[in-house]
């Protein structure tokens, strides 16, 4: 019997251990802990398409403590991280943190929007690169300092403050995402699917 037990839980291990595939793109279930965080853990992860057609990046995000509520999620003042994956052939980072921008004016007040805007503009200036498809990008709370900003593995910068880490996190997860799906699959309420659709373009260039 312990034999039979042994095999059947070598038999589930690699499903077990595997990662979440998108797109043909493995996302790794944790991040090892470092000297400045624990072990961080895939919340989880979608792919962004623009207008329901273009397939611009995989958004991963990872937590200390995986949660399904979203108001928990952004309200731990804990390490986040909000990793962009590229799947366009070349994109600039400077456009990506616009269109970050507009969707953060969906889900902040005037009034917040209003206190944030320096610090905003902050983010958009340090994504001043060119991104090529495979290369990432990450934005992460870093409790006690701000919201470090990780372009192609090199930091640019660190902006105080959790409310505007918050205001950038509810891009993903608030009351006006930029997708519900993407919402659910981020929240890990529904595992990820390619779309059925057609007509999505791949690789394309905006």
């Not at 037990?5 to 595997?18: G, Q």
């Not at 207008?51 to 991963?60: K, P, R």
């Not at 909000?82 to 970050?100: D, E, N, P, W, Y």
């Not at 991104?131 to 470090?148: A, D, L, Q």
């Amino acid at each position: 019997m312990k034999r039979v037990f042994v095999a059947f839980c070598l038999s589930v291990l690699p499903f077990l251990s595997s990662a979440l595939t998108i797109d043909g793109v493995d996302i790794p279930e944790v991040i090892p802990a470092t000297s400045e965080h624990s072990e961080l853990k895939l919340n989880g992860a979608s792919m962004r398409i623009l207008y329901g057609v273009v397939d611009t990046y995989i958004g991963q995000l990872y937590v200390e403590n995986p949660t399904t509520d979203a108001t928990a999620l952004i309200a731990a003042d804990e390490y986040k991280r909000m990793v962009f994956h590229t799947v366009l052939k070349r994109v600039s980072g400077r456009r990506m943190a616009t269109a970050l921008y507009e969707a953060l004016q969906l889900n902040t007040t005037p009034e917040e929007a209003k206190v944030l805007e320096a610090r905003i503009q902050q983010v958009i200036e340090l994504f001043d690169t060119r991104f090529k498809k495979g290369e990432n990008g990450y934005i992460e709370w870093v409790p006690g300092k701000g919201s470090r900003i990780v372009i192609k593995g090199k930091e640019k910068g660190i902006i105080p403050g959790k409310d505007l880490n918050d205001a950038i996190l509810r891009i993903w997860v608030g009351e006006n995402p930029v997708g519900e799906t993407f919402k659910k699959h981020v929240l890990g309420l529904e595992e990820y699917q390619p779309p059925k659709s057609a007509v999505r373009r791949k690789g394309g260039r905006r």
